[in-house]
Structure formats: C-alpha cells, structure tokens
Nanobody, 117 residues
C-alpha cells in the first residue's frame, strides 16, 4: 500500500530556511514522480516542485531559485529545501504521487509551514 508521510514543517522568520521530507513506502522514488504541493488558507492547492523518475526537476515560478527538490533513493525520501522563505510561502505542504495500474493519486497528511514577517 502506498503511503506518503511529510515532516519538517514549522514556524520560521522571513528569510529563514526549512527542509521538508516526504517518506514514501509502497513505491519506489526512483520510478514514481514525486510532487510537492501547498495550500494556503482560502486558496487552491498549487504545485510547488516536482522530480521525475529521470531526476528532472520543475518548480513553480514563485519558488524558483529558493526551493530545491531532491530525492534519496536509499532512504526513499524526497526532500524540499526551502530557503529565503517569505510570508507568502505560509501553507500546508503536501507530498503527492501517482501510482498503481490506474495512476491513482496518493497524498500525505501535510505539514504546516508558517513564515512570520
């Protein structure tokens, strides 16, 4: 069974850094593309960063140059390093993948990131 568990969220001042981690089980992070989304209060969930099976990465324009997505094939985790955080980065961050015969969506429970000004 596919399971994604996020960790690493917290409260940080603007300009600070946080590192989120997504621990995956039931899939291989070397095979499945893994995505980080976020959802701020009153806003739609938005795609923040992705890493493909080939290791290609993509970022939302709002986080380019500040966030870095990476994976650890041994630990089967996908991390999101967030630097130069801004108050507008405040959101619940979710890990996501598609897996199985039908490409079903799987989500973690989310981790809260709060950036104070």
């Amino acid at each position: 069974q596919v399971q994604l568990v996020e960790s690493g969220g917290g409260l940080v001042q603007a300009g600070g850094s946080l590192r989120l981690s997504c621990a995956a089980s039931g899939i291989s992070v070397r095979v499945n593309a893994i995505h980080w989304y976020r959802q701020a209060p009153g806003k739609q969930r938005e795609l923040v960063a992705s890493i493909t099976s080939g290791g290609r990465t993509n970022y939302a324009d709002s986080v380019k140059g500040r966030f870095t997505i990476s994976r650890d094939n041994v630990k089967t985790t996908v991390d999101l390093q967030m630097n130069s955080l801004k108050p507008e980065d405040t959101a619940v961050y979710y890990c996501n993948t598609k897996a199985g015969q039908w490409g079903s969506d799987y989500w973690g429970q989310g981790t809260q990131v709060t950036v104070s000004s």
